[in-house]
């Protein structure tokens, strides 16, 4: 199983952000808000309130992980 932080994705497509504008939002490469959204990096307690603050929405609806099957599994 895979975790995916979808309400991140979603957030950002309602706000007509790309991955390189949060990215730059979190003063982060492309490649490493990828891993975090993907849940292979941990998100910073900064990285976390400045998203919250950014799209004006709570930890628990933001960071609800998604979990993808993987597939042969």
Same mark, same amino acid.
């Given at each position: ?10 957030? %950002? ?5 790309? %991955?390189? +504008?949060?990215?730059? #939002? #979190? +003063?982060?490469?492309? +490649?490493? #808000?990828?891993?975090?959204? %993907? ?7 900064? +990285?976390?309130?400045? #998203? ?22």
């Amino acid at each position: 199983m895979k975790e995916y932080y979808a309400n991140i994705e979603k957030e %950002r497509i309602i706000h007509g952000e790309t %991955r390189a +504008d949060v990215a730059k #939002l #979190l +003063d982060m490469s492309n +490649d490493y #808000l990828s891993k975090k959204i %993907r849940g292979i990096r941990f998100w910073t307690i900064e +990285d976390i309130e400045t #998203l919250c603050k950014h799209y004006d929405k709570d930890y628990y609806y933001l960071f609800e992980k998604t979990i993808i099957p993987q597939e042969g599994v």
